[in-house]
Each structure stands twice: as C-alpha cells, then as structure tokens.
C-alpha cells in the first residue's frame, strides 16, 4: 500500500466514524399523505441519550424541534388526515429546542447596508398558507435529507417564486458539500434557504429580503438567547469569511448543554456559490413573542408551562453596500446549522495538516541532508590529508 492510499484511507475512517445511529420516518402514522405532506421524524440514538428531530412543514412554517430524551425513548405522531393532530414522547424530555420560519420581509434598503431597520418601508409575507411540496429526500441509515420547496405567491403569473430549503443530517462529524460548507455533527443538522425569482415591489427603489426566525427552548421565560460571534482558525472552508455566529440558548450559554443556531455571516446570490456571488448576512437583536396558533411549535409545546418556555425572535437580513439589492440576480442562499450541545469549533483538515506538515518536513529533511553531506565531505577530505601526511 503505498502513501497516497495510507492517507485517503485514514482521512476516510476519520470523517466516517459513526457518533450516532439514525433512524428516519417520513409522516410516522399517515397513510394517506402524499408529497403535498412533509412532517420527517428522525431518531438518533447516541451512547447515553436520545435526540429526537422533528421536521416539519405540515402546518405551512418550517419549523425544526429538537428534543432530548433517555435511551428507549419513543415518540408518536397521531393525525387528522394529514395534518398531525398530536407530538407525543414516551417521556419528558430533559431539554428541547426549536426554531421555525413564520415569515419572509422584503424591506426598502435606502441606506445600502443590509440591515432591516423599522425607519425604512417594509412587507412582511406570513407564510402561513404556503404549501410545500417534496422535492427529494434521502432516508437512511447514513444521512437524513429531504429537499422541500414552496411557492410564495402561487396565484401570480409569469415565473414562480420559489422558496427552496433543504435540511440535511449526517451521524457523524464532516463539513458540508457546498459553500459556506459548515460542520455537520451527529447532533446538529444543517438547513439551507434559497429565495429564487422573488417579485420586487414597484414602489421599493433598494429591495432586499430578511428572513424572520422563531427561537425556542425549554428555558425560564425570563432568560434571554445570546449572540456570539467569534474568529475561525482560518478561512479554508469559506474563503474570505474568518467569523463564525452562534445563537445560544441560556442554557448553553451558562451551563455548556442546550440548544443553538451556528452559521457564517454569509449568504450568496447565485447558485453557483463562490466568494465572488458572496454578500452579508447580518442579525438583528431578540424580542420576546410568542408561539404562532396553529404551528407545530404550538402543538409541540402546549403542556410545557409558559414559565418555563423562552419564545424570542430575530430577522436575519442579506446584502452589503454596492451589491446591487435583490434585484441584481433575483437569488439568495444562506445556510445554518442548529443542535444541541456544545457547538462544533473549526479545525485544520487532516489534509491541511498533512500537506503544512510535508511542507515543513521536506525543507527539514533536505537541510539536514546537506549539513550531513557537508560533514561527509569534510571528514572524507581530512581523511584523505591524513593519509597522503603518514606517506610522507
């Protein structure tokens, strides 16, 4: 076996290496749902505890719940046609945490820097009555993933407008195929949003999009989620992007164990996602609300007492100064991750290691080849003196 298959080998069994198994079931119990119908349960069976995944589109918000449980839990889905009438664990869950999308702004941008801000005008679209329809998915023992998509304003002529998202979970630790390619574990999973072909308003000059996001957790109502954002060892899965953001539960934030939404403060508009089609992706600050009637949040959560439930948003809007609004490509993509746990850190790859470790070695190796050679020659050449010196 020579080098090159020793080091793909080894890189193999340090990407695959299994944390958790999974078990995925799309609409548990329905059997009259069809692809108009999209609620994935996902259990993830890990050494010491359980985190059962729910991801839902049935009720119309995007909506993922995570929940922690003992092992041997289950958990059980009973439906009215095909809309789940109730979310039931076999236990109650030691912790949870969710979030959800329950509306899309479009805001007048005139001060060109990307931020949603309440002075400028703005459109909020419920998406409450959008239907989401399954595009692919993948169920299996490996990865978990379904790709949905949504038309936001079905009965307009022309092009339609399409909110595409994609959520996807791997039981082991990698990075994500695209950019801004973010760590997969086996207790997180990555969800990615694209807006594509979004009708502008006529009356808006410096259209851009914000998403508004619902955070949830079985936290004191009175905590509050916390912002984070830190420096990245380098930029060699997102050129050009060094920070990383982390939105911590309160128990995350002071205990080290909770909930959290990790991501880079990038989005892209193409869809082929380069550092070129790259723009910001920036966060407001949290309020406090409460959960959407009729939402699956609502349905999940109906016997957690309100004492004990932190309920916060926040928008997440995209674009920078000199990008040329929404308009300019009619595409936007961002990406995040949400788990449990302490949130995945960026290292060096092990191929990184392995090409800064060869390219500090060879040098190495070939000055010591030539203090060595040096020495030889010397010694070789005092020999030869000491030689021709005795003949004499």
Not at 20 to 26: C, Q
Not at 44 to 64: E, K, M, N, Y
Not at 296 to 315: G, N, W
Request: charged share 20%; net charge negative.
């Amino acid at each position: 076996m020579n080098l090159q298959a020793i080091l793909i080998f080894i890189g193999l069994s340090y990407a695959y290496g299994q944390d958790r198994k999974i078990t995925a079931k799309l609409n548990p119990g329905c059997n009259i749902c069809s692809s108009n119908t999209t609620l994935l349960y996902v259990k993830c069976d890990g050494a010491s505890d359980t985190i059962h995944q729910i991801w839902d589109f049935t009720r119309h918000l995007p909506t993922v719940i995570f929940a922690v449980t003992s092992l041997n839990s289950t958990l059980n889905v009973t439906w009215t046609d095909t809309l789940p009438k109730s979310i039931v664990l076999s236990e109650e869950p030691s912790y949870s945490f969710a979030t959800a999308i329950d509306k899309l702004y479009e805001y007048d941008d005139l001060d060109d820097n990307g931020h949603i801000d309440p002075k400028f005008p703005q459109k909020a679209y419920k998406l409450d009555r959008i239907r989401w329809h399954l595009n692919e998915s993948i169920l299996s023992d490996k990865e978990a993933m379904i790709h949905v998509y949504g038309i936001l304003n079905e009965e307009r002529r022309g092009r339609p407008e399409i909110i595409n998202i994609k959520l996807d979970l791997i039981p082991f630790k990698d990075y994500a195929a695209d950019l801004p390619h973010l760590i997969h574990t086996a207790n997180s999973t990555l969800v990615d949003v694209s807006l594509v072909n979004l009708t502008t308003s006529r009356e808006y000059n410096a259209s851009r999009y914000a998403l508004h996001l619902l955070l949830v957790s079985t936290d004191p109502v009175i905590e509050t989620m916390h912002y984070t954002m830190r420096k990245s060892l380098d930029d060699e899965h997102t050129p050009g992007v060094f920070e990383i953001i982390e939105i911590k539960s309160p128990s995350l934030f002071e205990e080290g164990e909770g909930g959290y939404l990790q991501f880079r403060p990038v989005a892209y508009s193409e869809d082929a996602r380069g550092v070129a089609s790259s723009t910001v992706a920036r966060v407001s600050a949290f309020t406090r609300t409460d959960l959407p009637r009729h939402s699956t949040l609502k349905l999940f959560y109906s016997d957690i007492d309100e004492a004990d439930l932190l309920v916060q948003d926040m928008f997440v809007s995209f674009g920078e100064t000199g990008d040329g609004y929404y308009k300019q490509h009619n595409y936007t993509a961002w990406s995040f991750t949400i788990g449990y746990g302490a949130p995945p850190v960026e290292g060096f790859s092990f191929f990184v290691i392995m090409i800064i470790s060869i390219g500090l070695g060879v040098p190495i190796v070939l000055a010591l080849s030539g203090i060595t050679y040096v020495l030889l020659r010397r010694y070789r050449h005092n020999n030869s003196r000491t030689r021709f010196t005795n003949e004499d």
